[in-house]
């Protein structure tokens, strides 16, 4: 099942579309108690400085990323050939000062042309008190637009990179409950404010669902294969998991990561301890 042309009309308009339900509250539960449980085991490969691409080392995340409860929608938008760029682990502790600065993904991709979308799956309730991702519509269409640099410290973003004169009045906030997502084009500028509640607000970024006539404009660059015709060599075709934080996967994901750095800080200033 595909997304409705109405879903589909709603996206090009907005540059979003939500809520999308996914799997039950019950199966989104099961996934954050493996996540925790691997967190908990494995904490020198995930928390929070080491985030990004867990799909290289979790199974049942990579599993995920080739759901077709989420896939089969991707495709509505970016034609049945598909490969992943990247995950990003979205964890915001409970009453914690983290937040996500008014950004656009596709700014510091270093990928093109883009046919590509973000998947947010919700593991905990995302709401306006527990810092849900908020989207200005419309946005997607003047394509890149200025960042600055702030590399503020409860900034989550790697840099800090953040839209200036952004009106938060004019957003929408994509609230969901566990095992519904968002859908979000590369160029719709976002973002996310703290969390105020008792709970832990987690979310997984499925980031980004490219189209095969995408290419890397630097390089190198990894990929994971989601359904359809075979990764252009262009890209770095990486196996997904089959155990739990083995060591391919491992080197697998550190390359991953140091590749993802290396593109996402092309021109900073500084850098943050990875
Ligand atoms: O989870 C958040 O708070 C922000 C998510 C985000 O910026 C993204 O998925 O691109």
Not at 33 to 57: D, G, K, S, T, W
Not at 178 to 203: A, C, E
Request: aromatic letters at 6%; proline letters at 7%.
């Amino acid at each position: 099942m595909g997304l409705t042309a109405a879903q589909v009309d709603h996206f090009n308009e907005h540059g979003f579309v939500a809520p999308i339900d996914v799997m039950s509250a019950e199966e989104a539960g099961e996934l954050r108690r493996l996540l925790e449980e691997a967190e908990a085991a494995y904490p020198e490969h995930l928390h929070a400085e080491h985030r990004n691409n867990i799909h290289l080392v979790l199974p049942f995340i990579g599993e995920l990323s080739r759901d077709p409860r989420i896939v089969d929608y991707v495709e509505s938008l970016v034609g049945p050939d598909i490969m992943l760029w990247s995950t990003v682990l979205f964890a915001k502790a409970p009453h914690s000062g983290s937040f996500v600065s008014w950004h656009q993904d596709a700014t510091y991709m270093a990928v093109g042309p883009h046919n590509d979308v973000t998947a947010w799956l919700a593991l905990s309730p995302s709401t306006l008190e527990s810092g849900c991702v908020s989207m200005i519509p419309g946005t997607h269409k003047s394509g890149k637009v200025e960042h600055v640099d702030t590399f503020g410290e409860d900034n989550i973003l790697t840099r800090g990179q953040e839209v200036q004169g952004v009106d938060p009045d004019t957003a929408v906030h994509i609230e969901l409950q566990p095992g519904q997502m968002s859908l979000h084009h590369p160029w719709v500028v976002h973002g996310s404010q703290p969390n105020r509640t008792d709970y832990r607000r987690i979310g997984i970024a499925l980031q980004t669902y490219m189209g095969a006539d995408m290419r890397p404009t630097r390089g190198p660059q990894y990929v994971t294969h989601v359904r359809g015709a075979a990764v252009d060599s262009s890209w770095i075709e990486l196996p997904l998991p089959t155990e739990l934080c083995a060591p391919d996967g491992i080197a697998n994901r550190d390359a991953a990561n140091k590749s993802f750095a290396d593109i996402l800080y092309n021109g900073a200033e500084q850098r943050r301890k990875l």
